[in-house]
């Protein structure tokens, strides 16, 4: 199946949230999809983040995982995703915290010198240290309609959903049409 990576896939607002987004309807097992499952949409999804993520200024043009560094990228990603989750919905547990860490080294660890662009498992470690250490946690949510998890940088901390051109506009579109249908009495 062939893919491609739009801005709104980036709709988290940070590398680390985008790269946990990979995988869609997560908490549904049966239609659950795992982007990065294809090698050839992992190599994609850095050229993307260089044209839709938020973080590409911090980060600059972003290379490829090398081969060998995936497995570490993608065992970031499920500590990325475990412990954000759990601090979202405040049941966190000491150990997400720890395997984040552990997998954040990992991958610093087993990063390339850095010559150039800066690779994308290292620039999402980062990203996840970065939020990790962050003062606003506050400012982490899940959007109610698909699951990802995004930063809301409103100045109020009102946002709902993690995009409102996708996420929003079913969920508006949804609601008007139940209420037209209870108000004809269908």
């Known amino acids: ?3 491609t990576w739009t801005a709104h896939r980036f709709a ?13 309807l997560r ?5 659950r999809i795992d982007r990065f499952a294809d090698v050839a949409a992992i190599d994609s999804f850095a050229e993307a ?9 911090r980060f600059g043009a972003l290379a490829p995982v090398a081969a ?8 970031l990603r499920e500590a990325t995703d475990r412990h954000f989750r759990a601090a979202i919905s405040a049941t966190g547990r000491p150990e997400f915290l720890a395997d984040l860490l552990e997998a954040i080294a990992a ?4 990063s ?3 010559v150039g662009a800066l690779s994308l498992d290292t620039a999402t470690a980062q990203s996840a240290l970065s939020l990790a250490a962050s003062t606003e946690p506050d400012r982490l949510k899940i959007c109610p309609n698909c699951g990802w998890l995004f930063l809301d940088r409103s100045r109020n901390r009102s946002r709902t959903w993690c995009d409102m051109a996708v996420c929003g506009n079913r ?6 049409y139940h209420r037209n249908r209870e108000e004809t009495g269908l």
């Open 49 to 57: 983040a260089n044209r839709f993520g938020a973080e590409s200024a």
């Open 112 to 114: 390339l010198p850095h």
């Open 12 to 24: 988290g607002g940070a590398l680390a949230l985008d790269v946990a987004n990979s995988i869609i």
């Open 27 to 31: 908490a549904d097992p049966e239609r």
């Open 171 to 176: 969920t508006k579109a949804k609601r008007h």
């Open 68 to 75: 060998e560094n995936r497995g570490r990228l993608l065992q």
């Open 107 to 110: 991958v610093l660890r087993g």
């Open 1 to 3: 199946m062939t893919f």
